[in-house]
Each structure stands twice: as structure tokens, then as C-alpha cells.
């Protein structure tokens, strides 16, 4: 059945995503913004290195770990429920890690922020796709959230810089103060409550499993990355995946689980999923290496380099909002390989930042490849959400934000690992350098800065151009790795997701009148129940 002008959002629809909109670039900005704090914050609180990474680290574990049982609970309990709870402890834990007096407590806060965190992602998604049932107005509502949350991320260092140069490190946790209270306030009046209708008890032993499987993976994956190819972090991925196994298993047993696997069966979502998590693998992996270049090989400091990666994050945004339009026009699927094609290009520009003006190529390449990549958050949360059964709509979003989670930790340890093998292959050390600081140069290109800052001339200068020449070749080794897995992308994406409609030309995305709707006072909220149903076979809906 196709949408009609009953099933249109109205102001009430869109001031609800203007505030739903401010979590979300508040969860992926938090992200971002530590990294320039970290220093402050480490002289200040005596944080050795262990302490730092976990700082760093920890919030974004347990936003991975907590995503699919914060997705479900939110289908169980209502996700406006879920989303309130969850900023109301999102601001408590900020005011904690603003003013921790040890890293220890610092990193509890930071632990409990991921916990919050978790609840904000797969809560404004269902919310969204509840709330906007006609497919093109779904389409450019989950533009704008996807717009929302990557421009948290490029402000993150931004926004970090500019408080710091004022303020103390724990002022960039108490921007949650602000956002949380207009969501407080504002939420009840605006969002309309949606749960499921026959959500069952909670399992606690799946809760555990998915912490059990999802915690130890994403370790392990960035102790790869950070110290390359050791037997705990091997380990460690080997008993996720096992706990994962476990997980899987014990869902299927379940007349209420808290992992739908049946979700999996519908093509669209299989797909959508995939290529979230591939294209998440190939643009962490880039972007990684990118900032290095820009820190080490152009020698700027944390926010020069941030400001510099606003201009790609600039053609990001661009695209997003490019894709309701896209998408309304052609099939979803060409859409996404169409941004594949772009991204091989932008990949190509990039093996060349070792052949002349390195800065200006790299920012070139960089913004063609987030160009191409722009239109996949919006497309395939849209898609999965939109194959999903409306009851589901919170664990289909908190599983592509899985999937995310997973791909940013891959590509990091996997291209990162290629890029480190390319260095390591052709950097050169001076003979003057020796023992433990030649094989510090040898590991990684910022261990050769640190290195030649202890030398002196010519063998820093010497070690220093070599370390920038190998490293350069890891960037433009990558890149073409890059271009080949995007090539790759553009041809699952046309293929798989052939069958789906443009927008607008098909069925809509959800099923609202089954779900249990009451608006800010209690009382049952009609707003999606005038919405008329879908047809059953979600592969034909243009979501």
C-alpha cells in the first residue's frame, strides 16, 4: 500500500528531530573531543599510558558492547522511555568525568557514559523511522540525523581546541549539560512514545553473552592496532567470537530474544548491514593513516590537523544531504555504488600524496572519498530499519551501530597493520641509532619522531625524511587497497540491493499501528496509528 497524505509529518515531526538531532551529534562528538584534552588531563590527574588509552578507550567499549541490549530494551520498555533515561545518566556521568579527581574515577565516568551512550543511538533511530512513515520524508529525516552525527565527529576536535584554550579539560564533558536539558525538556512534548507489543521478559544470560562477545573482540582488535599482532589480542578476539557463537545460539531458543537472528533472513537487512560494516572498515582505516599524515608528516599540532579534516568532513555532509534526492530518483543500491565509484577515485588521488604537494592531494583524495561515502549512513540505516518489523526498529539500529563499531575497530587494526608493514619494510635508520631507540623508529612512524627528537643533526633530520617517506608509502599502499575493496563494494551494493525501489515508489517503511503509541501525557497518541500498513515482504519496501 502506498503512502498517502495522511501518512505526512507535520512540525510537531520535525522540531522532534531538530531535538533528536542534539544527542545524536552529542554521542559521536564525545567521540572525538578527549583527544586534545587528554594531555591536559593526564598531567593534571598523574595518568601513566595504560590509564590514557583506557580514558580514551572505555567509552567507546561499552557503546559497542551495550548497543544491542540498549536497542532491545528500548523496543521492550518505549524508546522515548529509554532515551530520557539514558540522557539524564549521560549528563550525570559528564559532571563526574569533568570533575574526577583520579584517573581511575575519570575512567569509571568515561564507562558510564558509554553504558548512557548506548541508549541514544538505536532510541533516536526507531524514533525517527516511527516518527516519519512517508518514505521520502524517512528518507530526509535520516539524512539529517546521519548529517547530525558525523558532524559530531569532525567538531569534536574543533569544539575541544576552542574550549581548552579557555577553559579547563572538564569543561568538553559539560556540554552534555546543555544538550541534556533541552532533550529533558523538550522530548515529552514532542516525541511520541513507541514500544513493542509483546516485548517479554529481558534475558540477562544473552545481556551477558553479548558483553562477554562483543567487549573482548573490540579489544583485541585495537591492541592489534596499537601494538601489532600479540598473543592476548588474538586471544581475546578467539573468546568474543566464541562468546558470539554462544550468543547466536541461545537466541534462537528464545520466544523473546534479545537478538532477533531472524532479522538476518531478510535480504535488505543482511545487506544493508554488510556493507555499514564494510564501508566502516575502509574509511576508519583511511582516515587513521590520514590523521597521522597530517600530524607527523605536515608536523601539525591536534587541532590544526582537525581543522584541516573539517574541509573532507565539509563534502560528507554535502553528500548526505544530496541523498534524499538521490534516492528518491534512483534505486538505493546504485546510489550506494555510484558513492563506491567516487570513493575508488578519491582512493586513487590518495596514492599519490607521496609525489608532490602532499597536503593539498591528501585533502583533495580525502574529500572525494567522503564524497562517495556520504550517501551509506543515511541508506543503510533507512534500509535496515525499514526491513525491519516496527517492533524491532530499536535492535535493527543498534545492530548497524554494531556493525559500525566493529568495521572503525577492524580497519584500524587491518589497514593500519598494512600501512605499519609498508613502513616497516622501508624505512631506513641510521646506522648513529642503535638498541631500543632503532627499533622504536623501526615500529612506527611516530616512534621515529620521538626518536630523532632525542638525536642530533644530521641524524634526526635523516631519520625523520626516511620515517615520512615510508610512511607515505603505507598511506598510498592502503589507498590502492582501498580503491580495489571499494570497487568491490560498489558492485555488492548494486547487486544485493538491486531489487529495492527508489524511494517513495514502493511501500512504506514501518508498520506503526501495531506498536503501542501515547504521547507526552499518557494518552494513546494517534499519530502513527493513521498510518496505513505496509505490505508483508519487506525486500519490495522503497525505505
Known amino acids: 500500500m502506498t503512502t498517502d497524505h495522511a501518512s505526512k509529518a507535520g512540525r510537531?515531526?520535525?522540531?522532534?528531530?531538530?531535538?533528536?538531532?542534539?544527542?545524536?551529534?552529542?554521542?559521536?562528538?564525545?567521540?572525538?573531543?578527549?583527544?586534545?584534552?587528554?594531555?591536559?588531563?593526564?598531567?593534571?590527574l598523574g595518568a601513566n599510558s595504560t590509564q590514557q588509552l583506557w580514558i580514551t578507550d572505555v567509552y567507546g567499549f561499552m557503546t559497542a558492547g551495550f548497543l544491542v541490549t540498549m536497542g532491545n530494551l528500548g523496543d521492550r520498555v518505549g524508546r522515548r522511555r529509554l532515551l530520557l533515561i539514558g540522557g539524564t545518566l549521560f549528563a550525570m556521568a559528564s559532571v563526574f568525568a569533568a570533575y574526577a579527581p583520579s584517573a581511575e574515577l575519570l575512567i569509571v565516568a568515561r564507562a558510564l557514559m558509554g553504558i548512557a551512550g548506548a541508549t541514544l543511538l538505536p532510541s533516536t533511530l526507531s524514533l525517527v523511522a516511527h516518527m516519519f512513515t512517508d518514505p521520502k520524508q524517512f528518507g530526509t529525516a535520516m539524512a539529517a540525523w546521519t548529517a547530525a552525527f558525523m558532524a559530531g565527529i569532525a567538531l569534536g576536535p574543533v569544539v575541544g581546541g576552542a574550549m581548552l584554550a579557555t577553559a579547563w579539560w572538564g569543561s568538553v564533558f559539560l556540554l552534555a549539560l546543555p544538550v541534556m536539558a533541552v532533550l529533558l525538556a523538550t522530548a515529552p512534548k514532542l516525541l511520541p512514545e513507541f514500544r513493542s507489543p509483546e516485548s517479554g521478559r529481558l534475558d540477562l544470560v544473552s545481556v551477558v553473552l553479548s558483553l562477554a562477545a562483543a567487549l573482548p573482540v573490540i579489544y583485541g582488535l585495537k591492541e592489534l592496532a596499537r601494538t601489532g599482532w600479540a598473543a592476548s589480542s588474538v586471544l581475546a578476539i578467539v573468546v568474543g567470537v566464541g562468546f558470539g557463537v554462544a550468543f547466536v545460539r541461545r537466541q534462537k531458543t528464545l520466544a523473546s530474544p534479545l537478538l532477533d537472528v531472524r532479522l538476518f533472513a531478510n535480504p535488505t537487512f543482511r545487506a544493508a548491514v554488510l556493507i555499514?560494516?564494510?564501508?566502516?572498515?575502509?574509511?576508519?582505516?583511511?582516515?587513521?593513516?590520514a590523521n597521522l599524515f597530517l600530524q607527523v608528516g605536515e608536523g601539525l599540532t591536534p587541532l590544526e590537523a582537525g581543522l584541516w579534516l573539517v574541509i573532507p568532513a565539509l563534502a560528507l555532509v554535502l553528500a548526505i544531504t544530496l541523498t534524499p534526492k538521490a534516492t528518491r530518483t534512483f534505486r538505493p543500491g546504485?546510489?550506494?555504488?555510484?558513492?563506491?565509484?567516487?570513493?575508488?577515485?578519491?582512493?586513487?588521488?590518495?596514492?599519490?600524496?607521496?609525489?608532490?604537494?602532499?597536503?593539498?592531494?591528501?585533502?583533495?583524495?580525502?574529500s572525494v572519498v567522503y564524497f562517495g561515502v556520504g550517501p551509506v549512513g543515511a541508506v543503510v540505516n533507512q534500509l535496515a530499519i525499514g526491513a525491519a518489523p516496527p517492533e524491532k526498529a530499536g535492535s535493527a539500529g543498534a545492530l548497524v551501530g554494531t556493525g559500525g563499531e566493529f568495521g572503525v575497530a577492524f580497519g584500524v587494526a587491518a589497514l593500519g597493520s598494512i600501512g605499519t608493514a609498508v613502513y616497516t619494510a622501508q624505512v631506513e635508520v641510521p646506522t648513529a641509532?642503535?638498541?631500543?631507540?632503532?627499533?622504536?623508529?623501526?615500529?612506527?612512524?611516530?616512534?621515529?619522531?620521538?626518536?630523532?627528537?632525542?638525536?642530533?643533526?644530521?641524524?634526526?633530520?635523516?631519520?625523520?625524511?626516511?620515517?615520512r617517506e615510508a610512511f607515505t608509502g603505507g598511506l598510498s599502499a592502503v589507498a590502492?587497497?582501498?580503491?580495489?575493496?571499494?570497487?568491490?563494494?560498489?558492485?555488492?551494493?548494486?547487486?544485493?540491493?538491486?531489487?529495492?525501489?527508489?524511494?517513495?515508489?514502493g511501500h512504506g517503511?514501518?508498520?506503526?499501528?501495531?506498536d503501542d503509541h501515547e504521547d507526552g501525557h499518557g494518552h494513546e497518541d494517534t499519530h502513527g496509528d493513521a498510518q496505513p500498513a505496509p505490505a508483508a515482504d519487506a525486500t519490495e519496501r522503497a525505505a
Open 12 to 44: 510537531r515531526e520535525w522540531l522532534g528531530l531538530a531535538v533528536l538531532a542534539l544527542p545524536t551529534m552529542l554521542l559521536s562528538l564525545d567521540i572525538s573531543v578527549l583527544f586534545l584534552a587528554l594531555p591536559h588531563l593526564s598531567a593534571d
Open 276 to 289: 555499514g560494516l564494510l564501508v566502516a572498515v575502509l574509511q576508519s582505516g583511511t582516515g587513521l593513516l
Open 334 to 366: 546504485y546510489v550506494l555504488a555510484a558513492g563506491m565509484g567516487i570513493a575508488v577515485l578519491g582512493q586513487l588521488v590518495l596514492t599519490q600524496v607521496g609525489t608532490g604537494a602532499g597536503l593539498a592531494v591528501l585533502m583533495v583524495g580525502l
Open 433 to 467: 641509532v642503535s638498541g631500543e631507540l632503532a627499533a622504536t623508529a623501526q615500529e612506527s612512524v611516530s616512534g621515529a619522531a620521538a626518536v630523532a627528537g632525542q638525536l642530533s643533526q644530521p641524524a634526526a633530520g635523516e631519520l625523520l625524511a626516511s620515517a
Open 480 to 505: 590502492a587497497v582501498s580503491a580495489v575493496l571499494f570497487l568491490g563494494l560498489a558492485i555488492l551494493a548494486g547487486r544485493a540491493l538491486r531489487h529495492e525501489g527508489p524511494v517513495g515508489h
Open 509 to 514: 517503511h514501518g508498520d506503526d499501528h501495531e
